[in-house]
DNA sequence: TGAAATGTTGGGGCG
DNA sequence: ACGCCCCAACATTTC
């Protein structure tokens, strides 16, 4: 039997257009397919719980589409050379094939496998996959990282066009070895099951990724530019959690949405054009990360260290409970807690309420997120906390402050939204949704509403909260 | 990928 | 008819 090729899956559980599987095919020889649980490997970054739930889905089902092939998914949990030197032994593979990682810890991890490798007479070999742009290929003239986002942008559409989708290879024999028992590694949570809502709000796997692309093409693209900013209607594409996992990769994302945008022509952006620049931000955030591989605990503009921030407890938990008494930032935090999500509108709402309004250091937020959100992932997450905070790169001004009355008024002008997140604000009518705490008393009592009972009121006040946070940052602007 | 404060303008009520 | 004031509505600037 001919020696096997390991393909070593990690963030990339597809088979179209995954260069390293598709190499592996070309060899001829048997596959043997691999995911390796590594606790130890980052060790600050351990990955969040809704992140795990998550995993666990993808990998079921992978490892169903790989078996439909007649293949089966080796599982091993530990120490990453270490399991790959003993399956290398095992095995007599011939190689380890892998996507390019760009975390902060991948440019060790990734030396440490090809050692691994070379002490076992196997090569390494990484293949890009998770990017339409290397970092290496998008520099400023003088040959550095960009830091504005804009001119990075146009840099990038400026490049020659990111490589075209590969499709999945077809697979003829398969190696096999002894394999974890997916069940026995506790991804899924137990005690409380808080995953119901995640149950219900998500289909993790590659076929599910590609069907929800085709239907945000087919539905929502043409509206996407203005319908992504309103919290009560699904027009955003909700791929962010596939595309981290790698069940779809932004290659293929690009070359759907450009080609669906060949017909159009609007004098206005297009939905392609916005959806696409958001594709944008994600790159810009893993070439940040790439470059700049502190981002996710430091701030990236050095004033920012002696930033005024308060440890303040109870606000936090306030806000990761969603009872800041603001209801647009509480149906937010609530949707995030029962389905993992929230769109990037409620993002920045949310972010900026815990920065400026409760000066709550943004770490904290980006770790609740990482914890929370099915779509974690350290390269986004670090650099849009850092942008929100006027801490990062291209960031927003420190005097951009969301009033979030005005910000639930504009995109949730109905109330839906918070309704359906905030039960116990059912009953208030439009004109006081977003302002309990303005409401007459006869309203709140018709409505089965006792402020500071059934639901809290302001932890904050809107202005003098404002007017703190600009003296915080006016104290490090000098 | 803000919001609030401040400035300007123009219609209309009114003496 | 006229000037005055009020104040939306909109524009600009400031945080």
């Avoid at 099951?193 to 993790?204: F, I, M, S, V, Y």
């Avoid at 900013?229 to 996992?245: G, Q």
């Avoid at 946070?469 to 006016?474: D, T």
Wanted: glycine share 6%.
């Amino acid at each position: 039997m001919a020696q096997p090729v390991i393909v070593w899956f990690r963030n990339d559980l597809r088979l179209a257009d995954h260069p390293a599987l598709a190499a592996a095919a070309e060899v001829g020889a048997p596959i043997l397919p691999l995911y390796i649980l590594d606790d130890a490997t980052p060790k600050r970054w351990r990955m969040g719980g809704a992140s795990r739930w998550w995993l666990h889905k993808s990998l079921t089902t992978i490892a169903k589409d790989l078996a439909k092939r007649g293949g089966r998914l080796c599982l091993r949990r530990g120490e990453t050379p270490k399991v790959l030197s003993a399956l290398l032994a095992e095995t007599g593979a011939s190689g380890v094939y892998a996507t390019r990682g760009y975390e902060p810890w991948e440019p060790a991890l990734q030396q440490a496998a090809a050692h691994a490798c070379r002490a076992a007479g196997a090569e390494f070999r990484v293949f890009s996959g998770r990017l339409l742009f290397e970092p290496e290929a998008i520099l400023t003239g003088d040959g550095r990282p960009y830091r504005v986002f804009t001119p990075f942008w146009k840099a990038c559409l400026a490049h020659d066009p990111p490589r075209a989708p590969v499709p999945a290879p077809r697979l003829k024999s398969f190696a096999e070895a002894k394999s974890d028992r997916l069940e026995d590694w506790g991804l899924l949570p137990t005690g409380p099951d808080w995953a119901q809502g995640l149950l219900e709000t998500w289909r993790p796997g590659e076929a599910a990724a590609l069907e929800r692309l085709g239907a945000f093409i087919d539905n929502r693209l043409a509206n996407y530019a203005e319908g992504r900013n309103f919290l009560d209607l699904d027009e955003t594409s909700r791929l962010s959690p596939h595309l981290h996992f790698g069940e779809i990769s932004a290659n293929q994302i690009w070359y759907v949405v450009t080609h669906a945008a060949g017909c159009a022509g609007a004098r206005t952006e297009s939905g392609a054009e916005a959806y696409l620049r958001e594709l944008g931000w994600r790159e810009f955030s893993y070439h940040l990360l790439h470059h700049f591989p502190t981002i996710p605990s430091e701030p990236l503009r050095p004033e920012f260290a002696t930033f005024p921030w308060r440890d303040d407890r109870d606000a936090l938990a306030a806000w990761q409970q969603g009872r800041t008494g603001y209801p647009i930032v509480d149906a937010a935090m609530r949707e995030l807690w029962q389905t993992g999500f929230m769109r990037n509108r409620a993002r920045m709402i949310v972010a900026s309420f815990l920065v400026k309004h409760l000066l709550i250091p943004w770490q904290r937020g980006a770790d609740w997120f990482l914890d929370t959100l099915v779509d974690a992932d350290l390269a986004n997450n670090s650099a849009n906390w850092q942008w929100v905070a006027g801490s990062g790169a291209d960031a927003a001004p420190y005097f951009r402050i969301f009033n979030p009355v005005l910000q639930g008024a504009k995109f949730d002008p109905d109330g839906s939204y918070v309704r359906r997140f905030v039960p116990e604000l059912a009953a208030l009518p439009a004109p006081d949704i977003h302002v309990p705490w303005q409401a007459p008393a006869s309203v709140l009592a018709q409505a089965n509403l006792v402020l500071g009972e059934t639901y809290p009121r302001p932890i904050v006040d809107h202005a003098k909260a404002r007017a703190r946070s600009l003296a915080a940052f006016a104290a490090i602007r000098r």
